[in-house]
């Protein structure tokens, strides 16, 4: 019955993607990123060894500044850690929350040093009830980029048929965070250079997230991509989606209805270590990465010198 309805009807499964038009609701670049986001020193949720500092902290160690106008996050790579310390890093969040919207990072470099777990993304306050996102996430600088719902019960992905150039991770079609040791509803990039060295070695690259009730999309354009829309490539003050081709992850509304699952959000920048993902071993071992993990993000400083975010700008459209 079901694939008789697709047949019959597939303009309505088409219409229900359709991209639209927005407009800039805030543009953040250089040191507008020390005002556009809040930097917060709190504890890993996901157990990582990680130290998030403060702004001043961030400052005057030079994890956070701003290079040829190019706003760079990155963690501490002189000190050797002992007793179980967490290495200095950055999580920062957007100020301002939005529901449906548009967000574009353009993006030069990422931290991919084995150990490292960074991330582009969003969520709502008293999580999991108004959803997270996320737009860039990967481990050991393995990729290819993950992008992830998690949302409480209630709501999920098809496995499979989705106008997409990713494809859904075997078993991760459940967004729920109660099921799958929260592994979320999660597409892998069709993109081999949306992650780690390979994103870094082709000049980085923009990622971008539309959210509707209808649909989550998220796009990847690698640096120097033919089709890359003109909108993206001058950070235009209007856009239009609907120009923008087929999404590396498309998240339709069939199964989740995404006004009920997802609330006002925060866009989050953040780059732990180890921890829940990334150093759970037997990813950290077949990752190539040396020693254990926690040992190795302890011990060696110095290969976390360009464990870095090089972000000239990020976009967000309403
Ligand atoms: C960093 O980002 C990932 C993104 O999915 C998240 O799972 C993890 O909890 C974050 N670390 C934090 C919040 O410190
Ligand atoms: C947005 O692009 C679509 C597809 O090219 C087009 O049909 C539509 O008119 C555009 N909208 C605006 C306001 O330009």
């Given amino acids: 019955m079901r694939s008789m309805l697709s047949t019959l009807f597939p303009l309505t499964l088409a219409g229900s993607t359709l991209g639209a038009t927005y407009n800039i609701a805030k543009s953040t670049e250089g040191n507008a990123f020390f005002t556009d986001f809040n930097v917060i020193a709190e504890a890993d949720p996901t157990h990582g060894l990680v130290n998030y500092v403060n702004l001043a902290t961030a400052q005057s160690q030079g994890l956070l500044r701003v290079v040829n106008g190019n706003f760079q996050l990155r963690p501490d790579s002189t000190t050797v850690l002992t007793n179980g310390a967490?290495?200095?890093?950055?999580?920062?969040?957007?100020a301002a929350q939005y529901d449906n919207h548009v967000?574009?990072?353009?993006?030069?470099?990422m931290p991919a040093a084995c150990g490292t777990w960074p991330a582009l993304w969003e969520y709502g306050p008293n999580?999991?009830?108004n959803g997270e996102v996320d737009i860039v996430e990967g481990v050991n600088g393995v990729g290819p980029n993950?992008?992830?719902?998690h949302t409480s019960p209630g709501c999920s992905i098809p496995a499979s048929g989705l106008a997409m150039t990713g494809t859904v991770k075997p078993g991760d079609t459940n967004c729920d965070t109660s099921v799958n040791g929260n592994s979320g509803c999660s597409v892998a990039s069709g993109f081999?250079?949306?992650?780690?060295?390979?994103?870094?070695?082709?000049?980085?690259?923009?990622?971008?997230?539309?959210?509707?009730?209808?649909f989550i999309k998220v796009w990847f354009w690698?640096?120097?991509a033919s089709n890359l829309p003109s909108d993206v490539n001058s950070g235009a003050n209007t856009i239009n989606t609907s120009n923008w081709g087929e999404p590396d992850a498309l998240f339709p509304n069939t199964n989740c209805n995404i006004d009920s699952h997802f609330g006002p959000n925060n866009i989050v920048i953040n780059l732990t270590f180890c921890g829940d993902w990334a150093g759970q071993a037997s990813v950290y071992a077949s990752s190539g990465c040396p020693s254990t993990c926690n040992d190795f993000v302890s011990n060696n400083p110095s290969a976390f010198a360009n464990a870095y975010f090089e972000i000239p700008w990020v976009k967000v459209y309403q």
């Fill in 127 to 129: 999580w999991p009830a």
């Fill in 146 to 149: 993950s992008m992830t719902l």
């Fill in 222 to 224: 690698p640096r120097g």
């Fill in 86 to 94: 967490g290495r200095n890093s950055v999580r920062m969040e957007s």
């Fill in 192 to 214: 081999s250079n949306a992650y780690g060295a390979a994103f870094n070695a082709n000049g980085g690259g923009w990622y971008a997230m539309e959210r509707t009730p209808s």
């Fill in 103 to 109: 967000v574009v990072f353009n993006v030069n470099h």
